[in-house]
């Protein structure tokens, strides 16, 4: 049974740093391509991040330069470093495989960022 466990999740103020994780389980994780996608309040579901089974990475333009995906197959975890966090990365932050292979989602992670 797929498990998606996201965690890290928190509130900072803008300008700071968070390090989401995600624990997986129940498929072939080491040969999955990952993803970290996030839900604003009224926004559609977005895709953050990606990173091949072999490392390679691919950011989303509004988060270049300050995110950054990374993973660690012998953990079965996929993680997010977050910096220089803005008001507007503000949102439920959750794992995936890329693509979505089901309709199966993880609680997610809250992030939000304000003084």
């Known amino acids: 049974q797929v498990r998606l466990v996201e965690s890290g999740g928190g509130l900072v103020q803008p300008g700071g740093s968070l390090r989401l994780s995600c624990a997986a389980r129940?498929?072939?994780?080491?040969?999955?391509?990952m993803g970290w996608y996030r839900q604003a309040p009224g926004k559609q579901r977005e895709l953050v991040a990606f990173?091949?089974?072999?490392?390679?990475?691919n950011h989303a333009d509004s988060v270049k330069g300050r995110f950054t995906i990374s993973r660690d197959n012998a953990k079965n975890t996929v993680y997010l470093q977050m910096n220089s966090l803005k008001p507007e990365d503000t949102a439920v932050y959750y794992c995936?495989?890329?693509?979505?292979?089901?309709?199966?989602w993880g609680q997610g992670t809250q992030v939000t960022v304000s003084l």
């Open positions: 990173i091949s089974s072999s490392g390679t990475t």
């Open positions: 129940g498929f072939s994780f080491g040969l999955t391509t």
């Open positions: 995936n495989a890329h693509p979505v292979l089901s309709d199966y």
